[in-house]
C-alpha cells in the first residue's frame, strides 16, 4: 500500500493552527542545521537517508505514537523510501509531497483586515522563507506589493476576488528572493512600480516610484502613499495604505531592522537606515499596523497567522528602535551580521532583468532560510 503524502498546505495548516507535528528530517545534517521546516509546537529527529539505506529498525522506538509524523527530504524522492520503509514496520506516517523545494514556494494568503468601503487587504506568508507580499482589493481592482516568483497564486486569488490587477510594487530591488511583480504586471497589462534609486541598472520598463507617490486602487479612497525610506537599499520606499496599514518592506521587522550590506554598502547606508528608521517613521503615526515583507522566526506569527504589530509597539519593544548611540547602531548593522542569502547577487541580476535563469535554477538560487534582517 503506498504511503500518504502530506501537502505544503496541510503542513502550513499545522503551523498557523499551532497543531503538533513530529518530522523526520532525512536530508544531511548541515542542510537540517541551516534551514528546517519551522512550527510552534513541532518536534524534530534529523537521521540523514544514507543512515537508513539498511533499515529503520533503530529508530522506531524513537518515534511518536500520538501525534503525525512527516518524513521530509529536498525533493521528495528519499522521504518516500523511508516513508514506505516505515510503513512496512507497521507506523503510520506521511512523506512530504514535493520536499523543501515545495514547502519553500507555498504561499499562504491570510486577511489582515477590512479598508474602507468594502476594500480588503492580505497577507501572502511564505513560511518556508520568511517571505510576505500583499494583495489590496478595492472595487473589482487589486495590487499587489512584494511579489514572490510564484506567480500563479496571485493571479488565481484576484481571479477568485474577481477583481484584476492593476499595479504592481516592489518595495526595493530584493536581494534574497525572485520578484514576480515584473511577470504579473506584463501577464495582467498592470503597471510595475518600482524605485528609481534601485532601478539604476534594470533592463525593462517601469513607473518610478517616488516620495510621495500616491496610487488609487478602486473607486475607494484606498490610496497606496510612498515613502521614501532608505536604509537596506537606496531606493527602500514603504507604503501606508488606508491610513491603517504601514508596509515597511525590509526596513522594519516585528522583532529586528533591516540589514543595509546586500550591495555592498554597509557603510554607506548605515546613516539612511537611522534616519528612516528614527527620524521618517518616528513621524508616522503610532497606530499604524506595520506589515514587513519578511520575518525572521515563527514566533512572529499571531494567533491568526498574519505577521504584523502596532508601530507604537515596535518603538518600545524592538531593540533596532531602542539604540540611542550612533556608534553602537553602526556596530548593530554593519558588524557581525548573519550571512548573506544564497546567490544573492545572482538574484539581484535577475531582479534587475540582466540574466533570466531558468525555473529549476532559480529555485536552487532562493533555496535556505530568509537572511534580511539584522539579528
Avoid at 512496512?88 to 486577511?111: C, N, R, T
Avoid at 501572502?124 to 522563507?129: A, C, D, E, M, P
Wanted: aromatic content about 8%.
Amino acid at each position: 500500500m503506498a504511503v500518504k503524502a502530506m501537502t505544503p498546505k496541510e503542513v502550513a495548516q499545522k503551523v498557523i493552527n499551532k497543531e503538533d507535528l513530529f518530522i523526520l528530517d532525512v536530508r544531511n545534517t548541515d542542510a537540517f542545521e541551516d534551514w528546517k521546516i519551522e512550527g510552534h509546537t513541532f518536534e524534530y529527529m534529523n537521521i540523514p537517508y544514507f543512515d537508513l539505506l539498511d533499515g529503520v529498525e533503530e529508530i522506531l522506538d524513537q518515534l511518536p505514537t500520538d501525534k503525525d509524523i512527516v518524513v521530509v527530504c529536498a525533493k521528495e524522492g528519499s522521504s518516500v523510501m523511508v516513508a514506505e520503509m516505515l510503513s512496512e514496520e507497521g507506523k503510520d506516517v506521511a512523506y512530504l509531497q514535493g520536499g523543501m523545494k515545495a514547502w519553500s514556494e507555498h504561499l499562504e494568503p491570510v486577511k489582515v483586515g477590512d479598508l474602507t468601503d468594502g476594500g480588503e487587504l492580505y497577507q501572502f506568508v511564505r513560511l518556508g522563507k520568511g517571505c510576505l507580499s500583499y494583495m489590496v482589493v478595492s472595487n473589482g481592482e487589486a495590487a499587489i506589493i512584494d511579489a514572490t516568483r510564484m506567480t500563479d497564486v496571485f493571479i488565481d486569488f484576484a481571479n477568485e476576488k474577481n477583481a484584476s490587477i492593476t499595479n504592481v510594487f516592489d518595495t526595493h530591488l530584493h536581494a534574497d528572493h525572485i520578484s514576480g511583480g515584473r511577470t504579473i504586471a506584463e501577464s495582467t497589462n498592470a503597471t510595475y512600480w518600482l524605485p528609481s534609486k534601485d532601478a539604476e541598472e534594470v533592463t525593462f520598463e517601469f513607473a518610478a516610484l517616488e516620495d510621495a507617490n500616491k496610487v488609487t486602487i478602486g473607486h475607494s479612497t484606498i490610496d497606496i502613499n510612498a515613502i521614501y525610506s532608505p536604509g537596506h537599499t537606496i531606493g527602500s520606499t514603504s507604503f501606508v495604505i488606508d491610513e491603517k496599514y504601514l508596509l515597511s518592506g525590509d526596513i522594519l521587522f516585528i522583532d529586528s531592522i533591516g540589514r543595509p550590506d546586500l550591495a555592498g554598502k554597509a557603510q554607506d547606508w548605515v546613516a539612511d537606515l537611522r534616519e528612516s528608521l528614527y527620524n521618517r517613521y518616528k513621524n508616522l503615526s503610532m497606530e499604524l499596523t506595520v506589515l514587513p515583507a519578511h520575518f525572521m522566526i515563527i514566533d512572529e506569527l499571531n494567533e491568526d497567522g498574519t505577521v504584523a504589530e502596532k508601530l507604537g509597539t515596535l518603538f518600545e519593544q524592538n531593540h533596532g528602535l531602542n539604540i540611542e548611540d550612533d556608534e553602537e547602531f553602526r556596530k548593530l548593522v554593519s558588524e557581525n551580521l548573519p550571512p548573506q542569502p544564497n546567490a544573492y547577487q545572482e538574484i539581484r541580476e535577475t531582479n534587475m532583468g540582466k540574466i533570466t535563469p531558468d525555473e529549476e535554477k532559480q529555485r536552487e538560487m532562493e533555496i535556505g532560510p530568509n537572511r534580511c534582517a539584522v539579528r
